[in-house]
């Protein structure tokens, strides 16, 4: 096991699945900020969650991706502040947890 930077935070994104492209379009610009993503399926239930499609509708939930990002907080908020100046829509989410450890198993 091998630890690499220290990095101490996540920023985890809820987008909508319209908006998969463009965010990541976005990431790819700050490379600096965003060194690697990791993308996964989702649903989103609530308040929040906007229902378009017929499907969703009837099993009320929504499709989404959730876009993990691990770096330094400090960073990270970088990231956010300059993503919410470009993309402006109220059904993306986003939460920045701690990170004790961060490693590759190698």
């Not at 699945?17 to 993503?37: C, K, M, N, R, S």
């Not at 609530?46 to 993990?68: C, D, I, P, Y």
Request: glycine share 6%; charged share 20%.
């Amino acid at each position: 096991m091998t630890t690499e930077k220290q990095y101490n935070a996540m920023l985890t994104l809820a987008i909508p699945i319209t908006l998969e492209e463009d965010v990541l379009d976005f990431l790819l610009q700050y490379p600096q900020w965003a060194a690697g993503v990791s993308i996964i399926d989702s649903q989103g239930v609530g308040q929040g969650a906007s229902l378009r499609s017929t499907m969703e509708k009837v099993q009320g939930r929504s499709r989404r991706k959730l876009v993990f990002i691990v770096g330094f907080d400090t960073e990270l908020r970088l990231l956010l502040q300059a993503l919410s100046e470009e993309i402006k829509n109220p059904e993306v989410a986003f939460w920045i947890s701690t990170v004790s450890a961060f490693g590759r198993l190698a």
